[in-house]
């Protein structure tokens, strides 16, 4: 979107801005839902938690039997599987499509060429 196209936006109020002297300042979230852009989450700290690695991703499946669910997510395009107990699902009110973090704790990480 070109800029002449955002400022006809903001005068005809369809894009809330303020003017200040030239310049038109914009709500960031607003114009990333115009343009389609998913906005950014803010960083998650998850305190007392000593693994470093967390991926931000969407659930694209989750699939429950018996006393473990094997929940698949989308991370950037790539599948993340992750097996977690029922009782984590149920606490943590898991559904497709929710976004969630995948924290990575691990004592060895393969690297292959």
């Given at each position: 979107m070109?800029?002449?196209?955002?400022?006809?936006?903001?005068?005809?109020?369809?894009?809330?801005?303020?003017?200040?002297?030239?310049?038109?300042?914009f709500?960031?979230?607003r114009?990333?839902?115009?343009?389609?852009?998913?906005?950014?989450?803010?960083?998650?700290?998850?305190?007392?938690l000593s693994?470093?690695?967390?991926?931000?991703?969407?659930?694209?499946?989750?699939?429950?039997?018996?006393?473990?669910?094997e929940?698949?997510?989308?991370?950037?395009g790539?599948?993340?599987?992750?097996?977690?107990?029922?009782?984590?699902?149920?606490?943590?009110?898991?559904?497709?499509?929710d976004?969630?973090?995948a924290v990575?704790?691990?004592?060895?990480?393969?690297?292959?060429?």
């Amino acid at each position: 979107m070109n800029p002449k196209r955002v400022r006809a936006l903001a005068r005809a109020g369809k894009l809330p801005a303020v003017r200040v002297g030239r310049r038109w300042l914009f709500a960031r979230e607003r114009l990333e839902g115009l343009l389609g852009v998913e906005p950014k989450a803010p960083p998650l700290t998850i305190a007392g938690l000593s693994a470093r690695n967390h991926l931000r991703g969407r659930i694209r499946s989750l699939q429950v039997e018996g006393l473990m669910a094997e929940v698949t997510l989308d991370v950037g395009g790539q599948a993340l599987v992750a097996i977690i107990t029922r009782a984590s699902v149920e606490r943590l009110g898991l559904a497709v499509g929710d976004q969630v973090q995948a924290v990575i704790k691990s004592t060895e990480v393969m690297v292959a060429k």
